[in-house]
């Protein structure tokens, strides 16, 4: 087992891709904290995913700095110590044009897919900083790398590509202490918001075709990746920003 005997938080835990990733790790053996605003979120992921004995729920806005600190203070009073962090929470906006979007949009995309990041990762890095010891895996997207022609996302790609630089200057910046951090940029994956859009045969066609391993990615997917740049297999890996994403950013189209 990769994560035997090790305490995980993940963030985001209610979502698709949240549950699939701790459905990952406690499978694994680890004791995972699932962390999202509503409890009765969290109580559904948990009992969808299963193994509850593994698993514990805590409310969370991790908009709000002292919220994300008394979560971690209570995981640390409850399990003394934090192994892996997973920044998996995040938002994204109905595609509209930049000049079109309200200011409210865009101050809650920074707020969720940035400050929600630092919050959590300061949380946490004062108590893996106190044992030198800790692995913490960011989830971003292949949009921080690439605008996508007709779907018009600037704001939620820009706070995915400023935490692509932030996982790199975390592993970077805290090396010494023996804490890595690393990210996962999923591409398109059978989650969320684009779940209806693949429910159109037709529409789910057109995308598998534009993919060079010709098939849309699931939550699983992204688990796997981060599991592996959570466990002790990828001790010598840090500061890297790992591409899920069917070999779209390798191709042209």
């Known amino acids: 087992m990769r994560l035997k005997d090790k305490v995980a938080i993940v963030t985001g835990a209610s979502s698709d891709i949240g549950k699939g990733i701790v459905k990952r790790f406690t499978e694994e053996g680890a004791k995972v904290i699932l962390i999202a605003r509503s409890l009765e979120g969290l109580e559904k992921a948990r009992k969808d995913i299963g193994n509850e004995e593994h698993t514990a729920s805590v409310t969370c806005d991790l908009t709000d700095e002292s919220q994300a600190l008394q979560a971690v203070n209570q995981i640390m009073d409850t399990y003394g110590k934090i192994d892996i962090l997973v920044n998996n929470a995040g ?141 002790d297999e990828a001790n010598w890996v840090t500061g890297t920003i790992l591409n899920v994403d069917g070999g779209k950013t390798a191709s042209e189209g």
Not at 165 to 175: D, G, L, Q, R
């Open 91 to 231: 938002a994204i906006n109905d595609p509209v044009h930049f000049h079109e979007m309200k200011n409210s949009e865009i101050k809650k995309l920074i707020d969720v897919n940035l400050l929600g990041v630092f919050h959590m990762t300061k949380a946490v890095l004062s108590k893996m900083s106190d044992v030198k010891s800790g692995a913490i895996v960011n989830v971003g997207s292949i949009s921080s790398e690439r605008a996508i022609p007709r779907v018009h996302l600037a704001v939620y790609s820009a706070t995915k590509a400023a935490i692509s630089m932030f996982t790199k200057s975390i592993s970077v910046e805290y090396a010494r202490r023996n804490i890595r951090c690393n990210s996962v940029n999923p591409g398109i994956i059978n989650s969320g918001m684009i779940k209806p859009y693949l429910d159109d045969p037709q529409a789910r066609k057109v995308l598998e075709e534009r993919l060079p391993l010709a098939r849309i990615g699931e939550p699983e997917d992204v688990a796997n990746a981060v599991l592996y740049l959570a466990s």
